[in-house]
């Protein structure tokens, strides 16, 4: 920046100059010296100025109209004067006495004093640091950077500057500090409770649309209920997720029932905003348009108080009239952070500011350091308007996760789906031990679902490899905790059932409605049996290959909702006909005719809808396709990267696929892997450039429901490949949903309406959500029409629905992003590489239109039931051979997790509402209880519902998720 600025003075027009003989077109420019020299005066400031004028001129002094005379004086040939610095633009007249020589021009002061609906305000210094895990360099690095050169010396500050006030985004900040400063906790008890240094209320800032439902409810857990359960007196009223451009249906919801008033976001028009989740609760929302710009761009306070009035006037004055139509107090913030940033104290600027405010007398506004909490609390009163937002953000960064980190999410995905699934459980074994939870797996359990969100918005990054294999390595510890946790539950229940012979195989249903799925049972020398039902009848079974070793799979009917059935395995054979024609490479069963061809499914006819689904004339139904992605996954663009078809027509007009392939493109020659009364599997083999496809297809028999199994083999690392998976629907105008956390959306009906805006440094975020693909999706992704729809269950983070490649066709074509292998947008980040071999799973059926089929067909893919075997008989067991521990009236009521209470013994059940109806249903359980409590989303208690016995009749709303505690007799 220079040493001075310049402020041109224009000429008045008439007269253009000189009043007498000698004329000038010119305005005399005038020079402010910095840092400025200024003095009091009379209700006033006056500033040394300087006149780009020449001795030989003349003029000797400033006459303006308000009667404010200034002699010129000459100085190292300079002519300087005492200008006032406040006051509103007006004619000056430069004089000449010797000659009578005058110039007239318009003079604007440095500042003017029309502070406009602020005069009588605050403006609010917000210092806080945004901080990823990682990506500024390892987390370790970081995190010591955090502690050391971040909050140690925030708090130092704090110690002799009684009015500077701090922020940190998130919980988990202050975790790592106070185990590497204990001895200065109550220190940071007493800096919260003065509101001088406040932490965000989630765990972290995480992408909110990876999380599966739970784990986006724990950065609750892990951060505000952390926060007042281990700082006495200490609340979090603020949450903070700065950086992703993305938000998803349910945040608001998660956050007002938690008990958080504030969420700061940024990269979206400035402003305030009442964000409303489906069931109508909400959070006020305040962006700044962009966190770093104020430090980046603005620099406001890298001087003194008048040039802080000079550059903050000019951005406010174009706020009056958006605060006055909304009604909300003259508070305005400025926001000073950026990535990593620590603090830095204006409080000099702050004393003279007020100091001038103070002495001049003039209506300017206050200047104070201040908390995104604590401004939020000035404009959130009574008689304010905020506008009213609805719906979601898709992400545009989504890219960097999944397709980016294939099997570090596919792991954070499973830890989302099976650590609830391990409560569940857990719970239910403590419950038929007599009510006690003396074994319940308390700390296993948390320390399970805190490594599952472990992992932020920050992948890559400098040192990324560290940082990306450590996330990883968290996310694969959680996924593995969570299978050991069901194995011990359900082991310990089965000691429970009572069993009428040998080699009885339990099978447990995790979800809160009866199921009809195949199981599977490890036993030696499988093929020496056969299964039965608890009645003795036998039931479609085989013999498989999984995981190198051989299993039977047999069709499980009726499991109940989050119960268990029992089945036996029978030595001998037992041929179950099975109404089915297949050859090497078509399919007749009771629900489809299939016709295989290049690439995958050629003919999908689905028999009760008398209809072929699947529309082949560019794709098959199950390929596989390359093409090139050259983004980065996240960074400063406001559009995501779209994977291209480079090189299909090279300059000399021949066909050249460098830059794409499909397996359709490539002869598939199929055959038949397995074959019984469960499931046909067909496999065919394809070779990439740069790696091996292998395609598997298992139609059921007895379900209708088709499986594909994608096997990346020897994928060498290339830089910028995408690979997906697609599905073409015989659909015309179509409707896309698809599942987020704990709600169902839909494309061009939830989403936010209008463009967020908002800066980055590629521009203006001025695309509308709805255009925005693909998108975030958890276990499936659906299109219908009123004559039919077809859900595709899935285990990759991101799905589409638009062709990607040129002549792109109008029908809908589900897909599923497979891998990408791309750079990240640090400087000195890592290549994405993901080197060797990967495997995908999707799962199809077509059906009526229903988005409870479509929900409960996607989750249920993603569920598989779990099975014990009891070799020995069992007489002495207290529980029957089927039952169901849980089970509520409304299927589209799910239960979101059943958990030991975090203060007590008794038990938190949680539901969600997924069908977007207020509902009045029935909880019913397997024992009876004697009190009934409905908490918030932390299990602090609201209020009591008198109901006892072993039902819970429970009025949910439109997509609400409520958790009540549930007390049982002793």
Not at 334 to 359: C, F, H, L, Q
Not at 437 to 447: G, R, T
Not at 556 to 582: M, Q, R
Not at 898 to 904: L, N, R, W
Request: glycine share 6%.
């Amino acid at each position: 920046m220079k040493n001075s600025i310049y402020l041109i003075l224009f000429v008045l027009v008439t007269n253009f100059g000189f009043s007498q003989n000698k004329s000038s077109h010119s305005a005399i420019l005038i020079e402010y010296e910095r840092p400025y020299d200024y003095v009091q005066a009379e209700n006033n400031l006056l500033v040394k100025a300087f006149l780009k004028l020449n001795i030989a001129s003349g003029f000797d002094s400033i006459e303006l109209n308000n009667g404010y005379i200034s002699k010129i004086k000459y100085e190292n040939d300079k002519a300087w004067a005492w200008l006032p610095v406040f006051g509103q633009p007006e004619i000056m007249k430069i004089v000449a006495t010797n000659t009578g020589l005058t110039q007239e021009q318009l003079f604007t002061p440095l500042v003017t004093s029309d502070w406009d609906y602020f005069k009588d305000g605050t403006f609010h210094i917000i210092s806080s640091s945004h901080q990823d895990i990682a990506w500024m360099d390892t987390p370790e690095h970081c995190r010591h950077e955090r502690i050391n050169d971040i909050i140690v010396p925030a708090l130092d500050v704090m110690k002799t500057d009684k009015a500077y006030h701090f922020g940190m985004e998130q919980a988990l900040n202050l975790k790592e500090f106070i185990e590497e400063h204990p001895e200065r906790k109550d220190e940071v008890i007493e800096r919260n409770k003065e509101g001088r240094f406040t932490w965000g209320a989630t765990y972290n800032q995480p992408y909110e649309g990876m999380q599966m439902g739970e784990q986006l409810i724990r950065e609750m857990y892990f951060g505000k209920k952390w926060i007042k359960d281990n700082f006495k007196g200490c609340d979090a009223k603020t949450a903070f997720n700065t950086d992703v451009p993305g938000r998803t249906l349910q945040f608001p919801q998660i956050l007002a029932k938690s008990g958080v008033k504030n969420l700061f976001v940024s990269r979206m028009k400035e402003g305030f905003y009442d964000w409303t989740s489906p069931d109508g609760s909400s959070v006020l929302t305040y962006t700044p348009g962009n966190y770093g710009w104020a430090v980046i761009f603005y620099r406001l306070f890298d001087e003194d108080a008048l040039e802080a009035m000079r550059k903050i006037q000019n951005r406010v004055k174009m706020w009056s009239d958006y605060y006055g139509e909304r009604n909300l107090p003259p508070h305005f913030a400025i926001v000073i952070s950026n990535d990593a940033s620590g603090p830095t104290n204006y409080g000099k600027v702050v004393k003279e500011w007020n100091g001038i405010v103070r002495n001049t007398g003039i209506k300017i506004p206050t200047l104070k350091h201040a908390t995104v909490s604590s401004f939020m609390a000035e404009i959130n009163k009574e008689g304010a308007k905020f506008d009213k937002l609805e719906g979601d953000r898709p992400n545009i960064w989504s890219y960097i996760h999944g397709p980016g980190h294939h099997k570090a999410v596919t792991a954070s995905r499973k830890a989302g789906r099976m650590l609830p699934s391990a409560e569940i459980f857990s719970t239910i074994d403590a419950l038929v031990h007599n009510n006690t939870f003396k074994n319940y797996p308390s700390k296993e359990l948390s320390n399970a679902f805190e490594e599952s969100i472990y992992p932020d918005h920050g992948w890559g990054g400098k040192n990324g490899h560290i940082t990306d294999s450590i996330f990883r390595s968290k996310l694969e510890f959680a996924a593995n905790e969570s299978d050991r946790l069901i194995k011990n539950s359900l082991s310990s229940i089965s000691n429970k059932i009572k069993t009428r012979k040998s080699r009885a195989v339990i099978v447990y249903n995790d979800l809160s409605w009866e199921r009809n799925d195949v199981a599977s049972v490890k036993i030696e020398n499988p093929s020496n049996y056969y299964v039965v039902n608890k009645e003795g009848k036998a039931v479609p079974s085989q013999v498989v290959t999984k995981n190198d070793e051989k299993v039977i799979q047999f069709v499980a009917n009726k499991v109940p909702s989050l119960g268990y059935s029992t089945f036996y395995l029978i030595k001998g054979k037992k041929d179950l006909k099975v109404n089915k024609e297949v050859t090497p490479n078509s399919l007749t069963n009771d629900f489809y005719t299939i016709q295989l061809g290049d690439g995958g499914i050629r003919s999908l006819f689905d028999h009760s809808l008398n209809k072929d689904v699947i529309k082949s004339t560019k794709f098959s139904g199950g390929d596989v396709l390359t093409l090139e992605y050259t983004g980065n996954g996240a960074g400063e663009f406001t559009q995501m990267t779209k994977p291209e078809m480079k090189g299909v027509f090279d300059p000399n007009g021949k066909s050249h696929n460098a830059g794409y392939d499909r397996t359709s493109k490539h002869t598939s020659q199929w055959r038949v892997i397995n074959d019984g009364n469960v499931f046909t599997q067909y496999e065919s083999k394809t070779l990439f450039k740069h790696t091996q496809i292998v395609q598997k297809i298992k139609v059921f028999h007895h379900e209708k429901k088709i499986d594909f199994s994608i096997d990346m083999i020897n994928w060498d690392g290339t830089h910028n490949r995408e690979f997906r998976f697609a599905v073409p629907l015989n659909m015309d105008n179509a409707k896309i949903k698809y599942e987020v956390p704990l709600a169902i959306a839909e494309v061009g009906k939830t989403e936010m309406k209008e463009a967020p805006k908002g800066w980055a440094w590629g521009g203006t975020y001025d695309s509308k959500p709805t255009t925005i693909h693909p998108r975030e999706v958890l276990n499936y992704i659906a299109s219908e029409t009123k004559e039919f729809a077809l859900t595709m269950a899935t285990d990759v983070a991101l799905a589409d629905w638009i062709d990607p490649t040129r002549e792109a066709v109008d029908y809908p074509v589900l897909q599923g992003l497979l891998l990408a292998s791309h750079k990240s947008c640090h400087g000195e980040g890592n290549w994405y590489h993901q080197t060797g071999d990967h495997h995908f799973k999707f799962s199809i059926k077509s059906h009526k239109p229903s988005d409870k089929t479509s929900y409960q067909f996607g989750t249920s893919s993603n569920h598989p039931l779990r099975t014990v075997l009891k070799i020995k008989t069992n007489k002495e067991g207290k529980l029957p051979s089927d039952m169901s521990f849980f089970n509520v009236s409304d299927s589209m009521v799910r239960i979101s997790t059943i958990k030991k209470s975090e203060d007590d013994d008794n038990v938190i059940m949680r539901l969600v509402e997924m069908g977007g109806s207020d509902k009045q249903t029935t909880v019913n359980l397997s024992q009876p209880f004697s009190e009934l409590i409905k908490t918030n989303l932390i299990e602090e208690e609201e209020n009591n519902i008198n109901q006892s016995g072993k039902n819970m009749d429970i009025s949910i709303g439109k997509n609400a998720i409520e958790t009540y505690k549930i007390i049982y007799n002793k």
